[in-house]
């Protein structure tokens, strides 16, 4: 078993939940339409592409066109949050994954590197109200990207474009839009 299989929420929680609450909010991953960002780091950019294929067969499978995505490419992770900031402020998306991998080294460049990426992917949801799912693996070593990022359901990738559709949906039913914080 693992740690995911243990952390998992069970089955019917969130009817349970909904029975003793006056409105509960779930996001569905099939919203019928949403318009897609994509933004891949290039360094580590074979992991980086497996991702995104997983992403793509993902938006795919749950009906999203083609035409309805867009995808950008950055030099490495540190770069993800401003293509993110760029599509986000732009009012032509409606959410945005980015897509990298941060590999333990022997120095501490991965802590920041990694810390710094998720921390600019938070500022800009939080700052233009547009989900941003953060799709970058931080590993130990390349074999366990490799692994997060195989084919299918399991692949990290295809998991983040779900939980993009699911964002919108969700987003869409809340009453109100954030307000902008700074």
Same mark, same amino acid.
């Given at each position: 078993?693992?740690?995911?299989?243990?952390?998992? @929420?069970?089955?019917?929680?969130?009817?349970?939940?909904?029975?003793?609450?006056?409105?509960?909010?779930?996001?569905?991953?099939?919203?019928? =339409?949403?318009?897609?960002?994509?933004?891949g780091a290039k360094f580590n950019g074979g992991i980086t592409e497996r991702l995104v294929v997983g992403a793509l067969e993902a938006f795919e499978s749950h009906g999203i066109e083609a035409g309805s995505v867009a995808l950008a490419w950055v030099p490495g992770a540190f770069e993800l949050p401003l293509a993110a900031l760029r599509f986000a402020s732009s009012g032509e998306v409606d959410v945005v994954v980015a897509f990298g991998a941060v590999i333990r080294g022997d120095t501490p460049h991965f802590?920041?590197?990694?810390?710094?990426?998720?921390?600019?992917?938070? =500022?800009?949801? @939080?700052?233009?109200?547009?989900?941003?799912?953060?799709?970058? @693996?931080?590993t130990d070593d390349v074999e366990q990207a490799v692994e997060r990022s195989g084919s299918g359901t399991q692949n990290r990738g295809y998991q983040a474009a779900v939980s993009a559709l699911e964002m919108c949906d969700l987003l869409d039913k809340l009453p109100a839009r954030p307000v902008q914080v700074v």
């Open positions: 078993m693992t740690s995911s299989e243990k952390s998992a @929420l069970a089955p019917g929680a969130i009817a349970a939940a909904a029975k003793r609450v006056g409105t509960c909010y779930v996001g569905d991953s099939q919203p019928g =339409r949403a318009r897609v960002a994509m933004v802590d920041f590197v990694a810390g710094q990426c998720a921390a600019g992917c938070q =500022r800009v949801a @939080l700052s233009t109200g547009v989900p941003i799912i953060f799709g970058v @693996l931080t």
